[in-house]
């Protein structure tokens, strides 16, 4: 049975055979890049975008001279990705199918960064493992950046047995109906107990309004080591 975060493949087909466009949209979010020039992450070094979606990130920090590595749980995404990395002649990203709840990957990386997934995983258990994930897959010296929908003082969960029910969305000037999907919104001092108990290490958090589709975003800074 398909566990109510897959919900997002529904939704991504919907909206590529009935409009041809990216839900998210092809703008990417600069401040990845900048927290890449920050921790002076070389070219070199290795790089995870974890829950990818359409790509728009990872394309972006390929063009801009990075090697990636980039999977999401939804097939339609990552052929979606593939096809866009084609058009845009971008050689530098490998993505790939993968569940971050549920996989045997081994490989390590000095930096990890995830655009608006966090979010998306309503169960505990699952928000947990999530960020497992990310301490799991970090070189001892790695860090990852975090990124979820939010202000920090709101709450907001729904039921993830509505995850594929269908709801009218507003896409561009056109109402469409996509799979509702899910949504667990916390506080900051919820996230930052569950980071804690995953045993990454919080160095900075904010909240930032230049993340392409959000008009606020929670950032959380994080290092693999203490
Ligand atoms: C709100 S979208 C964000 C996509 C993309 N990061 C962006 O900024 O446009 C959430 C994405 O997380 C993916 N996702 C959800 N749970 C996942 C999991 N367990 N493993 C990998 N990807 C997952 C979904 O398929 C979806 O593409």
């Not at 049975?1 to 990417?28: F, L």
């Not at 975008?49 to 990872?58: I, K, M, P, T």
């Not at 729904?158 to 509702?180: N, P």
Request: proline share 0%.
């Amino acid at each position: 049975m398909k566990k109510y975060y897959e919900a997002y493949e529904d939704r991504y087909k919907q909206v590529h055979s009935k409009t041809k466009k990216a839900w998210a949209g092809e703008k990417p979010s600069e401040i990845f890049k900048t927290l890449l020039e920050k921790y002076k992450i070389s070219k070199k070094e290795s790089i995870l975008e974890v829950g990818c979606g359409e790509g728009q990130n990872a394309i972006f920090l390929s063009e801009s001279g990075y090697k990636i590595d980039a999977f999401d749980v939804s097939e339609e995404a990552i052929n979606w990705c593939k096809n866009k990395a084609k058009e845009k002649k971008v050689t530098g990203v490998n993505f790939f199918i993968m569940d971050a709840l549920d996989n045997d990957y081994k490989k390590k990386y000095n930096f990890i960064y995830s655009v608006a997934v966090l979010h998306m995983l309503v169960e505990e258990e699952d928000r947990l493992r999530f960020l497992k994930f990310i301490k799991d897959h970090l070189n001892e010296d790695g860090k990852a950046v975090i990124m979820v929908m939010g202000d920090g003082k709101m709450e907001k969960k729904t039921d993830i047995k509505k995850a594929f029910d269908l709801s009218k969305r507003k896409f561009g000037e056109e109402i469409i109906e996509v799979a509702e999907t899910s949504c667990r919104i916390v506080k900051w001092e919820k996230l930052l107990r569950e980071i804690k108990e995953s045993g990454l290490n919080e160095r900075k958090h904010y909240i930032d309004e230049s993340v392409s589709g959000f008009s606020k975003a929670m950032i959380v800074e994080v290092e693999n080591k203490n």
